[in-house]
């Protein structure tokens, strides 16, 4: 029944999770640290009944994990940047490894284009990032862009 409530109405692009389990997302993407007794009283509901549908939310993948938001400048990576990564031919699968493998690739979605990779990379300074995509030339194509703000946090789409 869970996974029915998670799925979304392809057709019409809404989602089917009810008020109470937008209500449940909403609070937590505001405090994902709230403990359940605290988000029951946010929600309205007991903290055994909201215990209980963040555990079904879980297990139907809506929500996949709690976590922090890190400003990595406050830990010393000053410079951010989103990087396009293009494969030479034949080399899809080591470049992706390559990717994992760096630390300072903090994120990675595969894309559609030419460029299949659009990585997130911190790092503390030019010269750093210099050394990351030129571990990279041998096998890639990048296009680097350093963030200098973000206009939108990241934030839930629409529920």
């Known amino acids: 029944m869970a996974k029915a409530k998670a ?9 089917s999770l009810d008020e109470t389990d937008t209500r449940i997302l909403m609070a937590l993407d ?7 007794s605290e988000l029951a009283r946010a ?3 007991s903290a055994p009944s909201v215990s209980e549908r963040v555990r ?7 929500i996949r994990g709690f976590t922090i938001d890190v400003d990595t400048r406050a830990i010393g990576y000053p410079i951010r940047a989103m990087v396009k ?7 899809l699968h080591l470049v992706e490894r390559l990717i994992q493998e760096q630390p300072g690739f903090v ?6 284009g030419d460029d299949p990779f659009l990585a997130r990379l911190v790092v503390n300074s030019i010269e750093q990032m210099d ?3 030129e571990a990279l030339s041998e096998h890639a194509v990048t296009s680097t862009a350093v ?13």
Do not use: F, H, Y
């Open 147 to 159: 963030i200098k703000g973000t206009s939108v946090k990241r934030r839930l789409p629409r529920l």
């Open 30 to 36: 505001a405090n994902a640290r709230l403990s359940m």
């Open 56 to 62: 079904k939310l879980e297990a139907a993948a809506v």
């Open 131 to 133: 050394d990351v995509l």
């Open 43 to 45: 929600v309205g509901m």
């Open 107 to 112: 994120e990675c979605d595969k894309i559609t």
């Open 7 to 15: 799925q979304t109405n392809v057709q019409s692009g809404k989602s």
């Open 85 to 91: 990564i293009r494969p030479l031919p034949g080399k």
